[in-house]
Every structure is written in structure tokens, then in C-alpha cells.
């Protein structure tokens, strides 16, 4: 009598330790054992027709009997123990790469954060009076924008001069902006200061004059 073929191996106890070359090796296993129980169906289907003719011959084409072995189905197994362990396994890799990247992005926060109290403090700002924990990269960001933008007012008040600013293609003739003014020289187009929106602003301040 033919016998289905299984798979021999078993659900790993950790999926993280399943690598590639190991799913590779279950997956050509339970080929071979699929490939062989499909021949195996397929004898099972002929000794089934051999014992229908049989039978035919005692009984008749139309007996009970007959009908009856017809409609019995051969049922094949179903291996579906490696789709699991493959589907399990790539979410287990999936989860623990979304791990790692949340203790690294926690540990980046950190060192900002340790970053963002060094500067507010060099600024004479007080901690949990000025800014908290949670607060000292906004408020770090914040600081540096605004100091950024004092010190630029001030250079361009001194020189009487002004700058280029985003969004002046519709100026004709226009000689910029003051940095101070609502609008740009020719009045046109209002102006403001706007800095690029890094987390880590205060590390790099990069402030430009921006027409909305």
C-alpha cells in the first residue's frame, strides 16, 4: 500500500534563528513531498478505477456499489506547515527590525535632547523653569530661529541693505528684502523668515526670507 510522504522537519522554536538557506532547504523538502504525494493520489485514482471495473464485472456498471466507490474522493494531505513557519517567520523578522529601529530612534532622541539642554544652557536658560524634558528640542529650535533672526535684522538695518527672498518672480525691478518689513521693496509680494524644519535646527540654524 502507498504511503503519503510528510515533511520531517518541525516548527522552530525561535524564528528569528531560521534563516534564508534553511527556509530554502524546507521549502525544496516539502516539494519533494508534495511532488511525491501527487504521485501517490494518482495510483490511489487508478487502484480506485481497477476496483470500480472489478466490481463492475460482479455487480454492474450501475449498481449501488459502484456508485458508491465513484464518488469517494482520494484525499491528498495538505503541507501547509511550511507556508506558516515562512509567513511567521518573516513577520518575527519584520517586528524585530521595527525593534531595533525604535531603540535607535529613542537613543537618537536622547542625544538630541542631551544636545538641545546643552545649548538652552550656554543660552542661560533654567531647566524645568525655561523648558522641560519633553519641551528642550522645541524650545531649543525656537531659540535658535529667533536669535537667527535678530542677527540678520540687525546685519541688514546696519548695512542698509537687503536679500534675495523664495517666490520674488513676480517682482520687477525689485532690489529684496529688509528683513523686517511685511513686504519686499517693491511691495509685491509679503515677506517673513522661515528655516528649514529639522529636528536638530538649533544644531545648524539656516534661515531665509520667504514670500507668501
Known sequence: MYKWKY?????????????????????????????????????????????????????????????????????????TQYDSIKSNVLKAREAHKQKLQDVQSKNKLIELQGKAIEYLLKKGKIINVDFSIDTVITIANEFAFNEAVEIQQKELTESKSYIDFNGSDNCEDCPGWDGSSHRCACGNRRVSWDGNDSSDFFLNPYIYGQAY
Open 7 to 79: 515533511p520531517e522537519f518541525k516548527y522552530p522554536s525561535n524564528l528569528l534563528d531560521v534563516t534564508d538557506e534553511i527556509l530554502s532547504s524546507m521549502e525544496k523538502e516539502n516539494k519533494i513531498c508534495e511532488d511525491y504525494n501527487k504521485s501517490v493520489e494518482q495510483e490511489y485514482y487508478t487502484l480506485k478505477n481497477k476496483i470500480c471495473i472489478d466490481v463492475s464485472s460482479i455487480w454492474g456498471k450501475e449498481s449501488n456499489i459502484v456508485k458508491y466507490i465513484e464518488k469517494q474522493k482520494i484525499r491528498r494531505p495538505s503541507l
